[in-house]
């Protein structure tokens, strides 16, 4: 064997493993990739178990609006004149109401309480700033037939000031652009209470109404509810 042949067969050898291990180390990286690699369709694989939209859809909520004026007929069961469901989340009172929600009205208690319907519950609501008479008080049936008429079964807005102690929401109350509680107290159907209120348009709205004599302050045996419900039975019925 000639001189340098064993380094020749040496570097043939060292060639040959390089070369077997690139081919081997390719092959590996390759058949890594395919399972990242698009079918023949073109999509991911790592997608075909990914849900429909379909069955991502949400179950679709009550439309209140499509409910039937009926409904309202039937009363909502109150346990000591207290609501069966919380007080909901309210903006505050410096917010414009006629950007709030709309709650369709459920039962109309008296001339002065009425239910709304917030999030399939009944919320008991008692108008701020007024006091319309009483049930077996001359006006009484009035005012309660009238807010009635004005907005039974209809969708209205309100905005909570406060609570009582029936756990009633105190709140100003509007249909459209019509103000309820000032509405009322101009038909000659409530008092400003100004036991609780300072409103000045409630105060100039009553003194308007006595002015043109315009329902209950035509009468002039009328008795502001607050007293009334201090008389007894028999000086109620002196009064009737």
């Given at each position: 064997m000639k001189p340098g042949s064993t380094d020749s067969i040496l570097t043939l050898f060292a060639s040959l493993l390089v070369g077997v291990l690139l081919f081997v180390g390719r092959t590996v990286i390759e058949n890594r990739g395919d399972s990242f690699a698009p079918n023949r369709h073109g999509t991911d694989t790592t997608q075909r178990d990914a849900p429909k939209l379909d069955d991502l859809a949400s179950t679709p909520s009550i439309d209140w609006a499509q409910q039937t004026p009926d409904e309202f007929a039937q009363q909502p069961a109150f346990s000591a004149e207290k609501s069966t469901a919380s007080r909901p989340t309210q903006p505050p009172a410096t917010a414009d109401p006629l950007t709030a929600r709309t709650f369709k009205v459920i039962g109309i208690v008296d001339g002065d309480t009425i239910d709304v319907l917030v999030d399939q519950k009944p919320v008991r609501?008692?108008?701020?700033?007024?006091?319309?008479?009483?049930?077996?008080?001359?006006?009484?049936?009035?005012?309660?037939?009238?807010?009635?008429?004005?907005?039974?079964?209809?969708?209205?807005?309100?905005?909570?000031?406060?609570?009582?102690?029936?756990?009633?929401?105190?709140?100003?109350?509007?249909?459209?652009?019509?103000?309820?509680?000032?509405?009322?107290?101009?038909?000659?159907?409530?008092?400003?209470?100004?036991?609780y209120s300072d409103d000045p348009q409630l105060a100039a709205a009553e003194e308007a109404a006595k002015a043109e004599k315009r329902g209950l302050f035509a009468d002039p045996r009328r008795v502001a509810p607050w007293n009334w419900r201090q008389l007894s039975k028999l000086e109620r019925d002196e009064i009737r």
């Open positions: 609501l008692r108008l701020n700033g007024i006091d319309t008479p009483e049930k077996g008080q001359p006006f009484g049936n009035t005012a309660t037939d009238s807010l009635k008429k004005l907005i039974g079964g209809k969708f209205v807005r309100y905005v909570v000031s406060d609570s009582d102690r029936y756990d009633r929401s105190i709140a100003d109350v509007y249909l459209g652009d019509v103000y309820v509680n000032l509405w009322l107290v101009k038909q000659g159907l409530a008092w400003h209470y100004v036991a």
